[in-house]
């Protein structure tokens, strides 16, 4: 099967998106969300998008034009989905709402269309079940803005049709994306599993190290190459889908992250980071904003517990073949954007000081700071 059509169900951060990069790679689109203000909102974001690439000459202004008139935004789920190839779910990450979407879908949309999700952290396998096509189902996890960032994860369930992989890598590679194939469908994947346990730990910093959030993202964006703070990214990504992504995650891997209370009270509070205008950080608005670190702030902190367990996460996805050191590499790089290769910041920094500290983690705050053997023999 070739696919031409392609429907994204949801408009949020990440839906918005998707739609922009497939109708930029010459599909035609449907946007399909439950509400027209959701999609009238959806499709300013891919206008200001689309001129910004064409400000930057990454596209002609007749080209923005031209994708912005493939996507169409719909409200009739069966008119969105009678006529598609492909239909990527992108609604939020919590499985009784994921339940009822599938419900719906397998009673509207014919039987050769590949059902694909976009969750962050739930199991792929599981979700194959709540459909009536678990062979043709399969995850394809974008990163935000989906616009920029090069990664996408494929995760195969456990019965998804070898065929379905590889029409799934073609529509990314057609997308001038990178797949990066997941051997595994353990919770978080590869990034997720390496960046949301971070902003737990970033918060554990504050307490345990008695430092400022400006000085812990300095440090990250200074001395660990990363471009955006662990806080900045946490708001950049929304509260919401942090706090989702990590009680699923928790729910199922206990290994994964060690909670911090802080993360559910701001999604409580409504507190969602730049959506909202006020996160760990406060924002004049709804648009894309950066927050001011700098090198002096950096030279306050350092952020070895946070290479520590960013590496450890690392490591074990590398004892557990989820996937090859190259590809962990590839996706740090193009899903997150770090400058340097995880396992060369700690070389930088020294292995020994690294696993030291967290050992010395261990001690105090349980096995969830465990090095893994992996991190151990790194030299
Ligand atoms: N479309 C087009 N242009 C956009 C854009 C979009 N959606 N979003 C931002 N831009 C523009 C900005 O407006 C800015 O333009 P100007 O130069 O005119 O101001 C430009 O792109 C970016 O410039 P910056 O100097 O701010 O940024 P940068 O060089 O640091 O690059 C970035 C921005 C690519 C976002 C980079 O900071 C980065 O890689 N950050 C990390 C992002 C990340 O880790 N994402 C993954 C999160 S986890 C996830 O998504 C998975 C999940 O399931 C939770």
């Known amino acids: 099967m070739t696919i031409k059509n392609v429907t994204i169900l949801g408009s949020g951060i990440m839906g918005h998106g998707i739609a922009q990069v497939s109708a930029m790679a010459g599909y035609k689109v449907f946007l399909r969300d439950i509400e027209q203000k959701f999609l009238d909102k959806a499709m300013e974001k891919i206008k200001w998008s689309l001129q ?78 709540l459909t009536n096509r678990p062979e043709n189902f399969i995850g394809v996890h974008f990163f935000n803005p989906p616009q920029l960032m090069k990664l996408v994860e494929v995760i195969p369930g456990k019965e998804t049709n070898e065929i379905i992989v590889k029409e799934l890598t073609n529509y990314v590679k057609s997308l001038n994306k990178s797949p990066v194939i997941c051997n595994k469908d353990v919770p978080g994947f590869i990034v997720n599993r390496i960046f949301i ?20 993202d300095s ?34 891997d206990k290994k994964v992250l060690l909670m911090h209370p802080k993360v559910k009270e701001m999604y409580d509070g409504m507190e969602l980071g730049q959506k909202s205008g006020r996160g760990f950080y406060e924002y004049k608005g709804e648009n894309y904003e950066r927050i001011k670190l700098t090198p002096e702030k950096a030279t306050q902190y350092e952020p070895s517990s946070i290479l520590g367990v960013a590496a450890n996460n690392a490591a074990w996805l590398i004892e557990n073949n989820v996937c090859t ?22 070389k930088k920094q020294s292995p020994i000081k690294i696993v030291n500290r967290l050992k010395d983690l261990e001690g105090r705050y349980g096995d969830f700071y465990h090095p893994h053997k992996y991190l151990e023999d790194l030299k």
């Open 52 to 129: 910004k690439l064409a400000e930057k000459n990454k596209i002609t202004s007749d080209k923005a034009e031209t994708f912005y008139s493939n996507i169409i935004p719909m409200v009739d789920l069966q008119a969105a989905t009678n006529n598609t190839d492909l239909i990527i779910e992108a609604v939020p990450e919590d499985f009784k709402l994921k339940e009822k979407v599938y419900g719906e879908l397998n009673n509207l949309v014919k039987k050769e269309t590949i059902f694909a999700s976009n969750t962050s952290t739930l199991p792929i396998t599981e979700l194959s079940q």
């Open 197 to 216: 346990p971070l902003v737990h730990e970033a918060l554990y910093a504050l307490e345990r190290d008695k430092v400022s959030k400006d000085m812990v």
């Open 219 to 252: 440090a990250v964006k200074f001395k660990l190459d990363f471009p955006m703070g662990i806080f900045e990214l946490a708001d950049y990504t929304g509260l919401d889908v942090i706090y989702k992504a990590s009680y699923e995650m928790n729910l199922r």
């Open 325 to 346: 050191l190259e590809d962990l590499n590839n996706a740090l790089k193009l899903g997150m954007g770090l400058k340097t290769e995880i396992f060369e910041l700690v």
